[in-house]
């Protein structure tokens, strides 16, 4: 059986392979362990193995789990990847480093609240619905740029753009019409590509990329 190290080592390798193969550089990519519905025991192995930047989903979950943690590592990144609710900026400007699910101007509205009120800024990816799926978060392709002007008008730091992709269906064109939308809009940070499909997404220009089961096992 691998160990959390072997598999971490392994996610690590890969990331390198895929970045090589794009003439990029390994340390290019932030590979962010998603720990959504596993507890501390299965995350303590990744972090005395080196991993340092986490992601979860859901901000009670996460409040539940990882001031603990954090306590024990100061040197942990959190990152939410998952649907923030207005009502909940504020929990989630006090415990993440990052948040990648900035997707309408009601959250814009409510996180620059929440970061003026913390004194905290939390750089953000806004997410973007790539496949204009119904059932999907992410700020519809069109609304992007009045959903980018806002954010600055209201002073968030945006550092690039986040998708989830239509599941089963070739990733890689909207990877590249992500890594497009970016440059187009003039920001660096590409947070897509999860265990299925990371090293498409290096490959095409990912700056995080969301790893949960190939690092943690299947979630129940
Ligand atoms: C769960 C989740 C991931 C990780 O998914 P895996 O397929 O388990 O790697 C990545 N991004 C988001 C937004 C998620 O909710």
């Given at each position: 059986?691998?160990?959390?190290?072997?598999?971490?080592?392994?996610?690590?390798?890969?990331?390198?392979?895929?970045?090589?193969?794009?003439?990029?550089?390994?340390?290019?990519?932030?590979?962010?362990?998603?720990?959504?519905?596993?507890?501390?025991?299965?995350?303590?192995?990744?972090?005395?193995?080196?991993?340092?930047?986490?992601?979860?989903?859901?901000v009670?979950?996460?409040?539940?789990?990882?001031?603990?943690?954090?306590?024990?590592?100061?040197?942990?990144?959190?990152?939410l990847?998952?649907?923030l609710q207005s009502n909940k900026a504020e929990d989630a400007v006090r415990?993440f480093?990052?948040i990648?699910s900035l997707?309408?101007?009601s959250l814009v509205k409510a996180l620059a609240k929440a970061m003026d009120k913390a004194?905290?800024?939390v750089?953000c990816?806004?997410?973007?619905?790539?496949?204009?799926?119904?059932?999907?978060?992410?700020?519809?392709?069109?609304?992007?740029?009045?959903?980018?002007?806002?954010?600055?008008?209201?002073?968030l730091?945006?550092?690039?753009?986040?998708?989830?992709?239509?599941?089963?269906?070739?990733?890689?064109?909207?990877?590249?019409?992500?890594?497009?939308?970016?440059?187009?809009?003039?920001?660096?940070?590409?947070?897509?590509?999860?265990?299925?499909?990371?090293?498409?997404?290096?490959?095409?220009?990912?700056?995080?990329?969301?790893?949960?089961?190939?690092?943690?096992?299947?979630?129940?």
């Open positions: 059986m691998s160990t959390p190290a072997d598999l971490l080592a392994d996610i690590r390798h890969r990331i390198a392979a895929a970045a090589k193969l794009a003439r990029r550089k390994a340390d290019a990519v932030t590979l962010v362990a998603v720990s959504k519905t596993h507890p501390a025991e299965a995350i303590e192995p990744l972090i005395h193995a080196g991993q340092r930047v986490f992601g979860e989903n859901r009670q979950e996460a409040q539940d789990k990882w001031p603990a943690l954090i306590e024990r590592h100061p040197s942990i990144e959190l990152h990847v998952g649907q415990l480093d990052c990648h997707d309408r101007p004194d905290r800024r750089p990816f806004v997410q973007v619905n790539i496949g204009e799926e119904d059932q999907k978060g992410g700020c519809p392709i069109d609304d992007l740029p009045a959903l980018l002007e806002q954010a600055g008008d209201a002073g730091p945006v550092i690039g753009l986040m998708c989830v992709p239509p599941l089963e269906v070739e990733p890689a064109p909207y990877f590249a019409l992500m890594a497009k939308m970016a440059a187009d809009n003039g920001l660096t940070g590409l947070s897509m590509g999860m265990s299925g499909d990371f090293e498409t997404a290096v490959t095409l220009g990912a700056t995080h990329v969301r790893v949960g089961s190939a690092l943690f096992g299947a979630r129940e």
